[in-house]
């Protein structure tokens, strides 16, 4: 065997942190629901397990995994997204500092920046981050972290992630302080993108998607390029305490050992779909980096390694989106994403419906604007859904 070899990405997410465990050989990692540990002795405690909150052997093991899966140096797992999310801006800003944002981050992404560190004297600028020079007026001395979600839900368009991290090592060098890279990978996953390769310092996820992928935990996590920014957020994530349960990090690590086979799935179907919906009468316009009409399609095939299940699609009117929606029965009509089920949605009442008709209409969010969180189903079924949906429009 060559030991130099390195893993393929399928074959790390079967076995990134998942050796045996040591005691009875269990090749599946055990779900340790304890809240704390024998110690033999004072002042030993076994294998560094002290207090659950602190470390809990299953949810390493998915930790170890997903620092593997996006090349970090260590990652760590909270109860949501937006925990995760939580975690990296407090581990990495302080009052007074300022954060450049896509404008078109996830709705709790807004929230919480708008609603709850701009009370700790944290400041935000908006940016389509799509736009580079836009990014470089942004920037101010006091500019401390660019925050970027690519592809941005629902219109999906692309921040270039290699150029953005070349902007903020500038912004580092001028500022003498670290202006980090963030980026929300949860569309994409490292299977499709690998953001820290690119130069990016920190990647955030929700797992609640596609990590795991079945519908059935919420959860989230902070990948950190080094281990200086990993002790940070390891030690905000002890210091607030948003962990994610033994339950939960055994139901994403198990969601994980597929991540591979179901994305390519996703993927495949997510192709097929737009490509139904981009030649039917009815649809104004399709938005899916994969196309040849997506206005990045270029950036699109240089930065993924795919274009996965999410597209959006403009049906002309909120009505058209209605009677649509309302003549679906394979895709469930529903919030979130990225589970083997084909998921269907209309951003401007339910995703985005707490931004004002003015901020919807600045991010191409039209009424007649339907999501779908393409799912791994039969592809003929999905399309004899989508046409049964368009009958008569
Ligand atoms: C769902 C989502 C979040 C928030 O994650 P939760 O697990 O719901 O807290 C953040 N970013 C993106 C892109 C999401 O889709």
């Known amino acids: 065997m060559n030991e130099t070899r390195v893993p393929g990405f399928g074959t790390l997410c079967i076995h990134a942190g998942q050796e045996p465990e040591p005691v009875t050989g269990a090749v599946s990692v055990p779900i340790f629901q304890t809240s704390t540990y024998a110690q033999d002795a004072l002042g030993s405690p076994r294998a560094g397990f002290e207090y659950a909150r602190s470390k809990n052997p299953t949810r390493l093991a998915l930790e170890e995994l997903l620092a593997a899966l996006e090349g970090g140096a260590a990652a760590h797992a ?19 500092d300022h954060v450049v944002v896509s404008r078109g981050s996830y709705g709790g992404t807004w929230r919480y920046f708008t609603k709850v560190l701009a009370n700790f004297g944290v400041t935000f600028s908006w ?23 690519t592809p ?98 055994f139901l994403v690590t198990r969601g994980i050992k597929t991540l591979a086979v179901r994305m390519r799935a996703h993927d495949d179907n997510g192709r097929a779909v737009a490509v139904f ?27 993924l390694s795919g274009f996965g299940g999410m597209l959006s699609f403009d049906l002309g009117s909120r009505d058209a989106a209605k009677r649509f929606l309302d003549r679906l029965r394979l895709f469930t009509l529903a919030e979130s994403l990225g589970g083997v089920e084909s998921l269907a949605g209309h951003p401007a009442s339910m995703s985005h419906g707490s931004l004002s008709p003015e901020e919807r209409a600045a991010r191409g969010i039209t009424d007649g604007l339907v999501r779908l969180s393409v799912g791994i189903e039969d592809v003929d079924d999905l399309l004899a859904d989508l046409a049964r949906g368009l009958e008569g429009e």
């Open 78 to 96: 909270f109860a949501s997204g937006q925990a995760a999310l939580s975690g990296l801006a407090t581990a990495h800003l302080r009052s007074g």
């Open 277 to 303: 919906l981009a030649v039917h009468p009815a649809v104004k316009a399709v938005f899916y980096p994969g196309l040849p009409s997506h206005p990045q399609h270029a950036l699109a095939t240089r930065q």
């Open 152 to 249: 941005a839900n629902p219109t999906m368009e692309l921040s270039d992630l290699a150029a953005l991290a070349g902007i903020a090592r500038e912004a580092t060098a001028r500022a003498g302080a670290k202006v980090r890279l963030a980026v929300d990978n949860t569309f994409a996953t490292p299977f499709f993108q690998r953001p820290l390769a690119l130069g990016a310092d920190a990647v955030v996820h929700s797992t609640t998607k596609y990590l795991n992928g079945h519908s059935d935990s919420v959860g989230g996590a902070v990948v950190s390029a080094t281990a200086e920014d990993a002790a940070r957020v390891g030690f905000v994530q002890n210091a607030a305490g948003a962990i994610l349960s033994p339950f939960d990090s």
């Open 127 to 149: 940016v389509d981050t799509t736009d580079l020079d836009a990014v470089r007026a942004a920037l101010g001395p006091a500019t401390r972290m660019l925050f970027v979600e």
